[in-house]
């Protein structure tokens, strides 16, 4: 166990394994023992027909198994006499699994030995300071919710996220402010007139008009950039616009940094209200500028061709 112990919590699955190949070791020797001719994988399958006939699909749900897995096990099960398979007379396209007579001497002996094995594992789980059967269903449920992949992925992302930095517009950043916005422009779209205009002269057409321009930083290299173009509105303060993040450095929420960082450059300009333009064929900018808190308006004259929606949002 030092092992392990060295390894710490990375290592549950191979704990997990290790401690499954114990009890199925001892399984095996508690079935002959008990003079049940039963295979340890077989128990799900086998203690659910306990209680009545079932389709491979109908036990394969209960049981929480691949409908291939079941399906093998029950091939195997047949063959050695303790089930058996006959047309569903209530639906002639579906078998149902039975035991048979042998299986059900099978089970008569199977209930005996489950009174003793349900009474050791107590004895095991009342010398424990955790209930290790509560615990599994515990984590059943909340890899349920969000599996383990996912919140590994996570981490990864807020790990990542912590590295990214967020500054002000320097000049040396212009080629970048420009690059950045092409690409992700050019692939869903053309470049228009509005757009040639802030890229190729960001200060002429944004910071000298009051506006802002931030950089996202991701090794010092420039992976991402957005901008708060001044508005002559009414309404609106700022446009929130030219949100562009790398390929390279997607996924690392640096879209999400962005767009906090240009809210709270915003309210440091004075800004009460933001708006922006963009395109629902965008669902993951969509998707983000909701979560920043941005809602859906309609209205407001644009120069862009590919804006088909607009939002803003009270700041």
């Avoid at 093998?72 to 006499?81: L, R």
């Avoid at 999400?256 to 629902?280: D, F, V």
Wanted: charged share 25%; hydrophobic share 45%; glycine share 6%.
């Amino acid at each position: 166990m030092e092992f392990y112990d060295q390894a710490g919590k990375v290592a549950i699955g191979s704990r997990l394994r290790m401690l499954t190949d114990i009890i199925t070791a001892d399984a095996e020797k508690i079935y002959q023992l008990y003079q049940v001719n039963l295979q340890p994988k077989w128990f799900p399958v086998f203690h659910l027909l306990c209680e009545g006939g079932e389709s491979v699909t109908g036990i394969a749900r209960k049981i929480g198994h691949s409908h291939p897995s079941v399906s093998k096990i029950v091939s195997e099960m047949v063959a050695d006499g303790l089930v058996k398979e006959k047309k569903d007379p209530q639906d002639g396209r579906r078998n149902l699994v039975s035991l048979t007579a042998k299986g059900k001497k099978a089970a008569e002996k199977l209930a005996t030995q489950l009174q003793d094995v349900e009474a050791a594992v107590e004895e095991i789980l009342q010398a424990t300071r955790n209930d290790l059967w509560k615990a599994i269903g515990e984590w059943e449920f909340l890899l349920e919710q969000k599996s383990l992949f996912r919140r590994v992925e996570a981490q990864r992302k807020k790990r990542e996220s912590a590295e990214v930095v967020i500054v002000d517009f320097q000049p040396r950043h212009a080629a970048a402010f420009r690059a950045l916005n092409e690409q992700w422009i050019s692939t869903y779209f053309k470049m228009e007139a509005a757009d040639y205009k802030a890229l190729d002269h960001p200060k002429k057409y944004i910071l000298d008009k009051g506006g802002a321009i931030l950089i996202a930083l991701l090794d010092n290299q420039p992976v991402g950039a957005v901008a708060l173009i001044k508005m002559n509105d009414p309404v609106y303060d700022f446009e929130l616009a030219k949100m562009a993040v790398s390929p390279e450095a997607r996924g690392k929420n640096i879209g999400l940094l962005l767009g906090q960082a240009a809210i709270g450059k915003a309210k440091e300009l004075g800004a009460t209200n933001l708006y922006l333009e963009s395109n629902t064929i965008l669902k993951p900018a969509i998707n983000l500028y909701h979560k920043l808190g941005f809602e859906k308006v309609a209205g407001h004259a644009t120069p862009y061709e590919r804006c088909n929606i607009q939002m803003a949002l009270v700041v």
